[in-house]
């Protein structure tokens, strides 16, 4: 299945990445490359195989519901682009 | 004094022979000498180093010192180092100054070890020679026309060319093995959940660990020592009692069965490279080793199975930078949804913008099955390959890297190339088994060749005492490049 622009357009848009018509052509070329690549994969039969999500399949662990962080958020906030009151700005989103 | 091995350092500051002050001064040096030239590091920060230096002598003179107190190790700049510039060799991180310690960080500090700096890497751990980086390529210190591989690379170049005598790197699919290799250091990748993950910049979750990079087996374990433990803070982080990594370094390897998996000495393996390995495997006949030839049938398909899972985590992880919280936020913007891609079309490279965008679209609506859920069977007959191996054998060797150090600029414009120099250690992630790279000889050019040894699960300290009998009786792992001592 040959990757179309209209897929890496609608890729762009989905990771929120501005590419211009020039570049999405670019990385359609290099994209198509490497599923060519995948496409490798997509030939084997794997049905019967449980996924495997993770590298080891161990249950997660549950921890107590307690609160164990101090609110530090002036901290945390000093290395961000734009904060007021606490708060993070960002454009205005509801006129 | 500067191409001492961790342990050597240890013992000279035990013994009074020098300070940590002092030895903190003397990488100082060299890093100021020799840095600009190979860009190893991206942060070096001389006050915050003597700082802890002193702090470390002082520690020493009140009786408080633990072997590797007072010695110093660079990190990669993946790890978050409380007041440190934290890039992860990306635009978008440029003027992030991390306010927290990632574990690991936190753990070698606790120890009394001395950060040199932060080094160069992939930007987000995304490459194989670190050409990646926004603040420039790292040179190998063996041929500086040549890449001293990823994306750990500012960490293998800066302990190669005595710019640190140990330093932290992490491995999602070979990123600590395959720079070892290219610089003839060693490098150790453990078990998946060894190491915490907390701090550490996220590229791909279920494959991402952290680990020690040296001179020598036993400084690695010395290291994973001081890495290793369980932290409650990363989810996947194992419960294990604590472990000495060097406890078996003394054992003979006599009746030790080598697996050698015909798959990693196929089509693609160049010939100098097989020879230093095959010289290798001989070494360790001579010691009373036998070996046996294993298959793995399943290894071709790790590279694309990889390259499906690794952007498809990738791009769930990286959808952080959206320039509100932290990092780069662009200048000019029409509304939310601009400021979001423009953002992220500015702090992002070519590479991890082309990764996210294959990431996005194998997780997108239609595609996830025929795609994500497909890798993530194959994933497991690629584990279970190495778990019938491991019936019939103690370790596995192989080459790390199919070559030795590839130019500059050689493979950039051809994704595909640069994904294929990974082929022999991306099977190990996808298993999340330990793996490490050993220095085993040099090609015609002088280049190093990296011997890979994978264990099986939790068999770190198995793996540290076979690579540590390998080294009494060879002495690549002594070798340094010209110009650099």
Redesign the interface.
Known sequence: MA?KLD??Q???H??????DETEAKA?LA??T??F???????A?D?SG????????D?M??P?PDQVTEQD?HR????????VENGL?L????IE | MSNATLKELSAQLAAGACSSVELAQDYINKINKINKSLGCYITVDAQRTLEQAKAADARRAAGDAVPLTGVPLAHKDIFCAEGWLTTCGSKMLSNFVAPYDAHVVERCSAAGMVTLGKTNMDEFAMGSSNETSHFGPVRNPWNTATVPGGSSGGSAAAVAALLAPAATGTDTGGSIRQPASLTGICGLKPTYGLVSRYGMIAFASSLDQAGPMAHTAEDLGLLLNVMAGHDPRDSTSLVRPAEDYNRDLARPVSGLRIGLPREFFAAGLAPEVQRAVDAAVAEYRKLGATVVEIGLPNMQLSVPVYYVLAPAEASSNLSRYDGVRYGHRAAEYADLMDMYKRTRAEGFGAEVRRRILIGTYVLSHGYYDAYYIHAQKLRRLIARDFTEAFKQCDVIMGPTSPTTAFRLGEKSADPVQMYLSDIYTIAVNLAGLPGMSIPCGFDGGGLPVGLQIIGNYFDEARMLNVAHQYQQVTDWHRRAPQGVS
């Open positions: 990757l897929d890496v609608r890729a762009a989905l990771a929120r990445i501005a590419v990385v290099q994209l490359r490497v060519e690549l995948i496409e490798q994969m997509r084997v794997v195989i449980e996924p495997m999500a993770h590298a080891q161990l997660l662990r921890r530090q901290r945390f906030q000093q290395v961000a682009p734009e993070y960002v454009p205005r989103v």
